[in-house]
């Protein structure tokens, strides 16, 4: 006979990976996100909204960095509002900040593992889970480069290479296209697709053709509420030739977008 | 445990004997991973086809070795890379310290009417250091690292026992250098409070501001009177040790206390 401890006996599936409940977070003393009710699977999901829509607040919050103000938010199946014991869902956590800092001694290879090693990694596995995740990303050759040395789109590449370096179950990416080739990005979306068949990737961009191309969900709010969810073909079917945008999809985003402003303003 | 097979069975195997059926074979290699003596029989009976190609692969390995980069040596030297980055970002802050400290003797050795700066300002001495340590401009990284299951006050405790390493043992050096002779303990224990004291306030409102408002405070409400007065305070009296020990104590337990709101932003 052993004792069991609680995490053992945890569930180890979720009815979903990420579940907002009337979420309130402040970026300041502004409420950037005001009653936000989310809830995602596996699969990758796209964030849309303009600029001040509480994107960023957002991503913040759902990688702990920042604490809600109010309302409930689950991660895995653990409460992480309020006064909750963070570690369980931060090792399952991969995050990339919009404007994401770096030491720019460090080579590639340092700062991946330095990371794996903060996300409480087992030691013997770092040094392979940091080539993997640099060999993902497509950043192999630049591996024992240092960062002052890379451009903007192998620096974001970098940052994706950390956020994904421990496997994560629940991937956030803030703008991680931003600076990227156009043939990156399509290794890119060839990489979000991959991740996303069994984990849960949210990525927070403003391009609708990203999306599109990438994702199974698309996620539009604004002023920090949802305002609406759903596959990226009931996206373009949303508009027609009457709203702005150059494709299917943007024309959905223009009219589900005006849609919702005009219903605010009655 | 699998039973040893016969030595006619592992002959046959050396051999490749086709007539050795496959649940043989397996059951064979699945022994054989475990079992130093039945591997030695294996080697007796190998036949020369195979001992010349386990000769040819171990020389083709030997010169893979040779040509390929040499492993990395392990120096007494070679510290993880990421403390020499955390030294090497403290090293000015130790510096400015060290300079304020050598102004403050040098100030105290010809104003000689006056109580010993050094011990006015050695309070204060780790303080710049703690808040650059923990702080969004003295750590670029600060949004990946506060989202890591590490973030928090055993991480926190970590950069500034770093920071003590480095400014006690200057502090220390003044201590028995300077003409004061000023009291070891007197010079070390409000310092150690002071730093615990940062943390504590620092739960609640930031690292980095707690330093500088603790700074402020210290400087107004003890160092420029005493400088005015001419006397050094009750509170720097050798009588004081004991009172300073007790504060560090109680201070350092309520901080352990208060570990949880390491864990988010509002720290930093």
């Not at chain 1, 006979?1 to 609680?6: I, L, Q, W």
């Not at chain 1, 009653?35 to 699969?43: P, V």
């Amino acid at each position: 006979m052993r004792a069991v401890s609680t995490a053992e006996t945890a569930a180890t599936i979720h009815p979903w990976a990420i579940h907002a409940e009337a979420l309130k977070v402040r970026a300041g003393r502004h409420l950037a996100v005001d009653g936000l009710d989310l809830s995602l699977g596996t699969g990758v999901h796209g964030l849309l909204g303009r600029n001040g829509a509480g994107k960023t607040t957002l991503m913040r919050a759902l990688a702990t960095v920042l604490k809600p103000a109010g309302g409930r938010l689950t991660l895995l199946g653990s409460s992480v509002d309020g006064r909750a014991d963070l570690r369980h869902a931060r090792r399952a956590l991969g995050y990339l900040p919009q404007h994401f800092g770096y030491y720019p001694r460090f080579t590639v290879r340092e700062f991946v593992s330095y990371l794996a090693w903060l996300k409480e990694m087992p030691k013997p596995d770092i040094p392979a889970a940091t080539q993997r995740a640099i060999d993902r990303v497509g950043l192999s050759a630049k591996a024992d480069a240092k960062l002052r040395t890379l451009s903007g789109g192998m620096l974001r590449r970098a940052g994706v290479a950390q956020a994904i370096v421990n496997d994560p179950q629940v991937l956030l990416l803030d703008e991680p296209t931003v600076g990227l080739d156009p043939e990156q990005r399509l290794d890119l979306r060839e990489l979000l697709r991959d991740l996303g068949t069994d984990a849960c990737v949210l990525v927070s961009t403003h391009l609708v053709e990203d999306v599109v191309a990438a994702c199974t969900e698309v996620v539009l709010i604004n002023e920090g509420r949802l305002v609406w969810q759903g596959t990226p073909a009931a996206l373009a079917e949303q508009g027609d030739d009457r709203h702005p945008g150059d494709s299917a999809a943007e024309r959905g985003y223009s009219a589900l977008l005006r849609r919702h402003l005009a219903e605010a303003a009655r | 445990m699998t039973t040893h097979p016969t030595l006619n069975e592992i002959d046959r195997y050396a051999d490749g004997d086709p007539g050795l059926d496959e649940a043989t074979v397996w059951s064979i290699e699945v022994h054989l991973e475990t079992c130093a003596d039945c591997r030695a029989r294996l080697a007796g009976s190998t036949t020369a086809e195979s001992r010349a190609l386990v000769a040819e692969v171990a020389a083709a390995v030997d010169r893979g070795i040779a040509a390929g980069p040499a492993p990395r040596s392990r120096s007494f030297f070679r510290t993880p890379v990421r403390q020499r980055w955390f030294v090497a970002a403290l090293l000015p802050w130790v510096a400015m310290t060290a300079g304020v400290l050598g102004t403050a003797a040098v100030l105290t050795y010809f104003l000689s009417e006056l109580p010993s700066i050094v011990l006015l300002l050695a309070p204060l001495a780790p303080l710049p250091g703690v808040a650059a340590a923990w702080s969004r401009r003295g750590d670029p990284a600060w949004e990946l690292i506060v989202g890591t299951p590490s973030a928090g006050l055993t991480m926190l405790l970590r950069r500034t026992a770093v920071v003590l390493v480095l400014v006690i043992p200057v502090l220390a050096a003044f201590a028995v250098l300077g003409d004061s002779r000023a009291d070891l303990a007197l010079m070390l224990l409000p310092c150690l409070a002071f730093t615990a004291a940062t943390l504590l306030l620092g739960s609640l409102v930031g690292v980095h501001r707690a330093a500088v408002g603790l700074m402020a405070a210290w400087a107004a409400a003890v160092v420029a009177p005493s400088l005015a007065t001419a006397e050094l305070p009750v509170l720097l009296q050798p009588a004081a040790t004991g009172g300073w020990a007790v504060v560090t104590v109680v201070l350092a337990t309520l901080t352990l206390l208060r570990a949880n709101s390491f864990r988010r932003v509002t720290s930093f």
